[in-house]
């Protein structure tokens, strides 16, 4: 009697246990074909450095259900195929680039990662459970603005578990990618090592870098030196040097200064005024809109050199002595 009585007693515990397990949430992971990852923009001079950390985005897998229970669970990812530069598809410029599934860490080549979950290699946001992938930029060169694109296509693979014991062991059946099998023993289910990771599915991700106009540029300074008379007073040349990103055209101008009057620019000390301007080639005033243009498409890499004459007006009452100062704003419009 003892023993029927015991089997009795496993068959009533046994009942509502196997009522549960059947009763788990599908705990399953969603992909999409596609993803894009824009990594914003840069100047063409700020490209030239390379970024370690130049942006992230999405992957095309989302697994929200495995928040904070990475461990044992099993998502896997193949690489098929990798672009190693972005690409301007207008002047067949490049910039190098890697991808990764951690910030800075080992770039992403072609093959198969592993484990990422077991391996603590996955970075998922909060609140959607979004995979994410990390770009690395190499430095620029001499490179033109416009949209630079590179692709990966990758394969992701998965087996995920709602409850999962610390020896991977899932009650109630696990949710997985194609081609992962599972044995299952009274709802208690291991996977088949041997069909993992599967044939997985095919994400396109589309990576994206603006690369925007910019120019640097230095001048000389004008120092007419010193004189008794403003009519004692030489001419002073010098030169602007702008560089622009490449296969840009631009204008230069100059600001009227401080304390312009009477379509003159002018010096000042203290209250005191001496009357001068600046002339560009051609003996042509240059201002803010007597500019020079710059037609040809820069080269990005040589500065272009502009030459331009300063002259105090003679044709005025030398004023008390002092030293006499003025700014100027060069302006460049591209």
């Not at 540029?217 to 004692?232: C, E, L, T, W």
């Not at 622009?244 to 000390?269: F, Q």
């Not at 044709?315 to 700014?327: I, L, N, R, V």
């Amino acid at each position: 009697m003892p023993p029927r009585h015991l089997a009795v007693l496993f068959m009533r515990l046994a009942a509502p246990l196997l009522l549960a397990l059947a009763m788990q949430p599908v705990m399953a992971c969603t992909i999409t074909s596609t993803a894009n990852i824009s990594l914003g923009s840069k100047t063409s001079f700020d490209a030239r450095a390379a970024a370690s950390n130049a942006g992230s985005g999405g992957s095309g897998i989302a697994c929200p259900a495995i928040l904070g229970l990475l461990s044992n669970q099993y998502i896997f990812l193949t690489v098929d195929s990798l672009s190693s530069v972005l690409t301007n598809a207008v002047t067949g410029d490049t910039i190098a680039f890697t991808m990764a599934t951690t910030p800075g860490g080992s770039p992403l080549a072609v093959g198969t990662s592993g484990n990422l979950a077991a391996g603590g290699l996955l970075n998922l946001a909060p609140s959607t459970g979004d995979i994410a992938l990390f770009a690395s930029l190499g430095a620029a060169g001499n490179v033109a603005a416009g949209t630079y694109t590179g692709t990966l296509v990758l394969r992701w693979h998965y087996a995920t578990c709602a409850n999962i014991s610390a020896v991977g062991i899932c009650i109630g059946g696990w949710t997985r990618s194609t081609g992962i099998n599972e044995s299952c023993l009274l709802g208690l289910c291991t996977l088949n090592q041997g069909t993992l990771p599967g044939a997985g599915v095919a994400v396109t991700v589309t990576v994206t870098l603006t690369i925007t106009k910019d120019c640097r540029f230095s001048a000389d300074n004008v120092d007419f030196g010193s004189a008794p008379f403003v009519q004692s007073f030489n001419p002073v040349v010098g030169n602007l040097r702008i560089t622009c990103t490449k296969g840009t055209t631009y204008s230069v101008g100059l600001s009227a200064g401080g304390a312009p009057s009477g379509g003159r620019r002018r010096m000042s000390s203290g209250l005191n005024r001496l009357e001068y301007d600046v002339y560009r080639p051609g003996n042509t005033l240059w201002t803010s809109t007597q500019r020079v243009d710059q037609a040809t498409p820069a080269s990005g890499s040589a500065a272009e050199v502009f030459p331009y004459e300063a002259r105090i007006y003679t044709d005025q009452a030398t004023p008390p002595p002092g030293t006499y100062t003025d700014s100027l704003i060069i302006d460049v419009v591209f």
